[in-house]
Nanobody, 115 residues
Framework: QVQLVESGGGLVQPGGSLRLSCAASGSIFSSYNMDWYRQAPGKQRDLVASITSDGITNYADSVKGRFTISRENAKNTVYLQMNSLKPEDTGVYYC?????????WGQGTQVTVSS
């Protein structure tokens, strides 16, 4: 069993930055592939960024060059650094852990980009 707790969301102006954190507990964090998803109001939940247990990263085209996913296994934490934020980045951001077909979601953290 893995528990995921996101933090770091909030209100930011366009062009600003935020860093999201996802703290994991309950299992061997380093063996999990970790993802960040985003769900905008009235839309489906979409994959934003992912990082494998080996540290290989991948990004949605809409965030490439602006967002960076990283992990710190010693702290059981995955991060999402978000720069040059746009209003269309607004949504609830969810952390997702998966390994060998077993997956867990966090409760989400709200990010609002608005002037």
């Amino acid at each position: 069993q893995v528990q995921l707790v996101e933090s770091g969301g909030g209100l930011v102006q366009p062009g600003g930055s935020l860093r999201l954190s996802c703290a994991a507990s309950g299992s061997i964090f380093s063996s999990y592939n970790m993802d960040w998803y985003r769900q905008a109001p009235g839309k489906q939940r979409d994959l934003v960024a992912s990082i494998t247990s080996d540290g290989i990263t991948n990004y949605a085209d809409s965030v490439k060059g602006r967002f960076t996913i990283s992990r710190e296994n010693a702290k059981n934490t995955v991060y999402l650094q978000m720069n040059s934020l746009k209003p269309e980045d607004t949504g609830v951001y969810y952390c997702y852990a998966n390994r060998w077909g077993v997956a867990y979601w966090g409760q989400g953290t709200q990010v609002t980009v608005s002037s």
